[in-house]
């Protein structure tokens, strides 16, 4: 079955560096989630995207950004890149019920090192 | 205080013992509740979710307090491939759509 893809596995940028990271959901799934895992911590939650619109901010920096496409797949932009934005960034996507939103599938994540 | 909370461990048992872990969370409006297990570098993969009836998959077993806003996952016959953080995680309510994950229980099982 497919899975959630994410591109690219690894990136390495400078500091003051920009990145996109993108995410392409399972078929049919609405809704996009983007996480950012730092060492040794749970994901913590940035922001999320519900039929192309955004649907609820976590943590999210201001030097990111973030949108989901037509086709649905979403890309997370982040600029002015900083140490500490090193980190595994999840995406994961689910279908959005009714009454409750059902379990989300997250990719491989891409790892991000800034240097 | 985090929203969801769990024990960190680490929890070190034999093959074959039986563990339980333990959640807590604290928006009493949250609707879905889910284990989600983390191999080391790699990604969040689902365990279960978690029902208001308690449900059951193999030697797993998760359990819902919605009054005390309480989660359990039980493990019995623990194999070496259980090892693993188990992501207690938490939807819906005030925490809108996105999920909310605990910090993690880190579970190794010894030979």
């Known amino acids: 079955a497919a899975g959630v893809i994410q591109s690219p596995r690894h990136l390495i940028k400078e500091k003051r560096e920009t990145a996109t990271l993108k995410c392409y959901p399972i078929p049919r799934h609405d809704t996009v989630y983007w996480y950012q895992q730092g060492p040794g911590q749970d994901p913590q939650f940035l922001i999320s995207?519900?039929?192309?619109?955004?649907?609820d901010k976590g943590s999210i920096p201001d030097r990111f950004s973030a949108q989901q496409f037509s086709d649905y797949h979403s890309e997370l932009n982040m600029s002015s890149l900083e140490l500490g934005d090193s980190a595994l960034y999840f995406c994961?996507?689910?279908?959005?019920?009714?009454?409750?939103?059902?379990?989300?599938?997250f990719g491989q994540g891409t790892r991000l090192t800034v240097v | 205080r985090k929203e969801v909370e769990q024990d960190p461990g680490p929890f070190n048992v034999p093959e074959g013992a039986t563990v339980a872990f333990n959640c807590t969370y604290s928006n009493s409006a949250s609707q879905s509740f889910f284990w989600y297990r983390q191999d080391c570098r790699k990604e969040p993969k689902l365990l279960m979710s978690?029902?208001?009836s308690g449900n059951e998959d193999g030697r797993f077993t998760a359990q819902l307090n919605r009054a005390s806003q309480y989660i359990s996952l039980l493990i019995r016959d623990s194999k070496l491939s259980d090892s693993a953080t188990y992501l207690c995680v938490v939807n819906g309510g005030n925490y809108g759509q996105n999920f909310v994950f605990g910090p993690g229980t880190r579970l190794s099982v010894l030979p």
């Open positions: 978690v029902y208001s």
């Open positions: 994961a996507s689910s279908l959005r019920g009714k009454i409750m939103n059902t379990e989300a599938f």
């Open positions: 995207f519900y039929e192309k619109m955004q649907s």
